[in-house]
Every structure is written in structure tokens, then in C-alpha cells.
């Protein structure tokens, strides 16, 4: 499975919410499931900052056609589900003039060809390119389709909705259960270490962002999906405990590295802060006798010193941001929001 993107569902369009933020931020990408003629006429995505999501790289259309057809048995197991769960509900799902109620729209491409089959058993109608399916059945498709695109091409299948997740079809119960799981924690630590901004007018910011922090990014996310192993693996009692601890020591280390950074010019070691202090001294005595061979010397001295030390303090810095959740550290510098716990913080990093 990869690590490093994931594929959204249950929609085309991805809400524009701290979720979508957030998860931008974590992941190396978000792949979506999208019909061809969305390739073609960006315009149809109902929110126009798809367009720049989808042109920085932050967000990858996936067509569900070139997977479908070549998983086998695709329909037939899907449909197998539906007669077994919904046939003798059918009529529950009807208003007193036939017409179904409750329903979700899905685009005929991701179907295959399930929507006709779901039309002969009452199940749903079509109109313009769309089924129109009952919402807990669309639910259930969705999380069947994103699942098993997911295991073929290698991504992770993730959601903001907890209703998609919480479907009567069951596609692997144990790897289900896990991804179910696993998925809150990673929820519950992002909503707490990352921060939530108000608005983002240019998600182009937040591709620069991540290029310039990649291996942070890589790094955190390394830590993170390693902690989150760990704490599914524990005893179920023991869940909160440890997420909880997990939490904490990132909220440390942020505070941690805000202090080394606000600090970072007073590191300076004795040899190179003797040289400094020498090269100075050199530099005015030079000036003082105007002797131009002196004044080059202590000049070249005095720039020599500046530099050893300007390049201790960048390699400190270097080697603080190194450290596995800088990456934390530099999402709250960069995209907190002005609150006043915040500007406390802010401070504290300048």
C-alpha cells in the first residue's frame, strides 16, 4: 500500500474543509475518482479551486475505467451484496408513487455496468449520465469501488464522511476494521498538531510549501503511520492513553523547536566567537592607521568570521528542523492563525 497519497471518496469534488487542508498537508497527493468528461471540462467540478488543485499536482484524477474492467467479478460481487441486503427492502425505499426517496446521484462511469442492473431490481433510475441510487447502497457502492481501485493501484482509500466508512458491505473485515480505525486516530492527530485556517485563497502556497519541506513532510508522516501501528496493535483500553501521549509529544516538540530556532544566533562556539572578536579588533585598528594591505587583512578576516559563523547557525538550523516532527513545527508557523494562543506561539519563533 502507498504511504505516500490517497484516493478520496465517496464525490468527484473534494469539500473545500480543514479536512481537505489538512490532508493536503499530510499527503503527498489526493487522488479523486472522476468520469472522463471531467478530464476534459475542468468547469464541471463544483468548486472552482479544483481547477488550481488538479494544476499544482496537489489533487490526481482517477478514472474508474481503467480499473473496473479488469477486476474480475467486479459487478457480479457487488450485485451478489445487494440481493442478499436490499431486495426484500426494496419497497421501503419507494414514495407512494414508485419514485425512490433518499437517493444519491453517481456517474455512469464509475457503474459499470452495476447501474442498469440496479434499475432492473428497482433499485435506482437513470437521467443525463447519472444513476440515481438509493443513499445507503450508493454509500456501499462507493466504499466497494474506492476499495478495490484502492488495493489494485496501491492507494489508500480516505474519507471526511464518517457515513461512507460505516457500510454493511465488507470487502476484507479485518483490513476494513483496521483502516477504519486507523483512519479515526490519524483524524483525531491531524485536527490536534495541524492548524486550521480560516481560508486559503492559493493552494499554490501550499504546493511551494510541501516542495520546499518535503523530506519533513516524508519524515512526519514516516513517524506518524509507524505511532499509528503501534497504537492499533496495543490493547483496545489502552487506545486513548496513547494517542493522547502522542499528541502531547508533538505539541513538545513544536514548543521545543520554536524555542532552538528563536535562540538559533546565540550559538556560537569559543573558537569561532574568539575569531569574530579578533578579526573585529584587526578591522578597526586597520581602519584607524589607514594602511590599505591592513585594511584587506582585517576585512577578509573579519568576512571569514562572519561566515564560519552565520554557517554554524544555518547548520544548527538545519539540524533542528531535521529532527522527525519539524514538520509539525513549520505547518504552525507558516499556517497558524492569528489567535492569541497562537501570536504567543508565533513569538516564541521569530
Not at 28 to 39: G, N, Y
Not at 50 to 75: A, H, N
Not at 86 to 95: L, M, P, T
Amino acid at each position: 500500500m502507498n504511504l505516500d497519497k490517497i484516493l478520496y471518496f465517496p464525490t468527484i469534488t473534494i469539500p473545500k474543509t480543514p479536512w481537505l487542508f489538512k490532508s493536503l498537508l499530510y499527503w503527498d497527493t489526493v487522488e479523486t475518482i472522476t468520469p472522463k468528461p471531467f478530464f476534459r471540462n475542468p468547469d464541471l467540478f463544483e468548486g472552482d479551486y479544483m481547477r488550481e488543485l488538479l494544476q499544482t499536482g496537489l489533487v490526481e484524477q482517477i478514472s474508474p475505467m481503467l480499473y473496473t474492467y479488469d477486476i474480475p467479478d467486479f459487478k457480479e460481487n457487488f450485485l451478489n451484496y445487494v440481493d442478499n441486503a436490499y431486495a426484500d427492502k426494496k419497497e421501503n425505499y419507494k414514495r407512494k408513487d414508485g419514485n425512490l426517496v433518499h437517493v444519491s446521484k453517481i456517474h455512469l462511469e464509475k457503474m459499470h455496468e452495476i447501474g442498469n442492473s440496479l434499475v432492473e431490481r428497482e433499485l435506482a433510475f437513470y437521467r443525463d449520465g447519472w444513476y440515481y441510487i438509493h443513499q445507503s447502497i450508493a454509500n456501499d457502492f462507493m466504499f466497494y469501488l474506492a476499495t478495490v481501485i484502492g488495493k489494485v493501484k496501491g492507494s489508500q482509500p480516505m474519507t471526511d464522511r464518517m457515513a461512507s466508512i460505516k457500510t454493511r458491505i465488507t470487502v476484507d473485515t479485518e483490513s476494513q476494521g483496521r483502516f477504519i480505525n486507523r483512519n479515526g486516530l490519524r483524524k483525531i492527530i491531524l485536527n490536534n498538531v495541524f492548524p486550521t485556517p480560516m481560508e486559503i485563497t492559493k493552494f499554490g502556497d501550499l504546493y511551494d510549501f510541501k516542495s520546499k519541506h518535503e523530506k519533513q513532510l516524508k519524515d512526519f508522516r514516516k513517524y506518524i503511520e509507524r505511532e499509528l501501528l503501534n497504537i492499533d496493535s496495543a490493547p483496545k483500553d489502552m487506545h486513548d492513553e496513547r494517542l493522547q501521549f502522542l499528541i502531547n509529544e508533538i505539541e513538545e516538540e513544536k514548543c521545543s523547536i520554536a524555542e532552538k530556532m528563536r535562540d538559533k544566533w546565540k550559538v556560537f562556539d569559543y573558537i569561532t566567537f574568539g575569531s569574530l572578536s579578533a578579526s573585529a579588533f584587526g578591522f578597526a585598528n586597520a581602519i584607524q592607521n589607514s594602511g590599505e594591505i591592513g585594511i584587506t587583512s582585517g576585512t577578509l578576516s573579519l568576512a571569514v568570521a562572519v561566515l564560519n559563523t552565520i554557517k554554524n547557525t544555518n547548520k544548527y538550523q538545519k539540524d533542528i528542523l531535521s529532527a522527525p516532527l519539524a514538520y509539525a513545527y513549520l505547518t504552525e508557523r507558516k499556517w497558524a492563525q492569528k489567535s492569541e494562543r497562537d501570536e504567543q506561539f508565533m513569538e516564541a519563533i521569530q
